[in-house]
C-alpha cells in the first residue's frame, strides 16, 4: 500500500493520504519535543525524555498507557522503534536523509522524500502497522529538528 504525506511550511503539522484521502495526521507540539497523531485508527502521543540519551515515549492518546518508544542514535542518524513487543530498525540510506526505512525480521516499509527541500513524501509499506509508520514519521521529524537547530 502507498501512503504520502505533506508537511506544513513550520513543520508542525504532517498530513497523511491515501490517494486523495486525508487518513492521518501528525501533530508536533511547537515549544517541546513531543506530539501525538492519528492513522487508520491508531491514536497515539509522543514524549520525549533525556538530554544527551534521548528516547521518545509512545503512548495512547491519553498519555495514561505505554505502548512503547522510540531510542535515537543521534550520531548514525538511526533509531529503534519497539512498539506492542517488537523492535523495528529506521535507519536513513544517505547524509541528505530523503529516503529512510523501517524494517523488522518479517516487515518493512521504505519513505522518500520527494525532493531536497520539499515537505512531502511517499511511504511504500507492506505489512508495517500503522503505529509504527507513524512512530517513523515522528522519527523522521524529530531528527529533521535536530538538524535544523543544529545548523
Known sequence: ???TWKTSFSGRECRIFRGKLMVGLLKLS??????????????LRFKTNGIWRR???ILDIDGKKELGEIKFNLWKGSATITYDHMEYAFKYHSWTRRQWTVTAPDESATFEHKGLFQKEGVVENDDLS????LSALYADAYFRRLTATVS
Open 55 to 57: 528516547n521518545t515515549v
Open 1 to 3: 500500500m502507498s501512503l
Open 130 to 133: 500503522f503505529a509504527v509508520i
Open 30 to 43: 511547537l515549544w517541546k519535543t513531543g506530539g501525538y497523531g492519528e492513522l487508520q485508527g491508531y491514536l
